[in-house]
């Protein structure tokens, strides 16, 4: 069972701790300006700079952190930015991500204006975006330059989940 809080300041060490190294830490979190080795200021003046982003935190039962996502309404507030999706490196592999981005999904689209949520994932993150594609989200345009990593290009795919197509996950027992 996973359940969302907002990211407060004393998660930071934990977050930072998840990504484990330069490329981990593009593949999270993109062309965002974050510089290896990551900090809590880096986090902090992140977070300060745009208001409208919401930092989550998934917890377990028993409230561990198992991770993280952002979501930023774009103007004028049909669409939502799903980013920064991250999952504690020990329990990976068990569904968290999953059960993570279905709350995640529901807390995106409990706003009624909201009709897609869209992300934006490498395509070397194959594993990632065909988790993503299981929750219904689709394949569009991709960037071929997006970001350059050590000398090389990686391409990005924006991936978009209408309203229309999004198929809630209700818990069993509720
Ligand atoms: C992507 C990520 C959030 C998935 O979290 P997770 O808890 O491992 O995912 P789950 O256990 O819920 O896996 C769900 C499914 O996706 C598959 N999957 C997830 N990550 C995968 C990967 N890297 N390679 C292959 N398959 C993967 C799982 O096999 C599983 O498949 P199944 O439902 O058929 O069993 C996690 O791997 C992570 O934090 N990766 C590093 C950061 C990152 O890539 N973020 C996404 C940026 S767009």
Redesign the pocket.
Known sequence: MIELRAFEPADAEELIA?VTGPE?LV??S?NSGFTWPLRAEQLAAFHASDPSRRALMAVAAGGAP??HFMLRTEPPGRSVRL???????E???????????EAALGAAFAEPAVQEVN????TR????????E?LGFRRGHTEPRATRVGGEWWPSTTMTLPRATWRPHRPAGR
């Open positions: 998840w981990a593949t999270w993109g198992v991770g980013g920064m999706v991250l999952v504690s490196p329990v990976r592999g068990r569904g968290v991500g999953r059960a993570m981005l992300l934006g994932v490498y993150n194959e594993g990632a975006a065909r988790l993503y299981r």
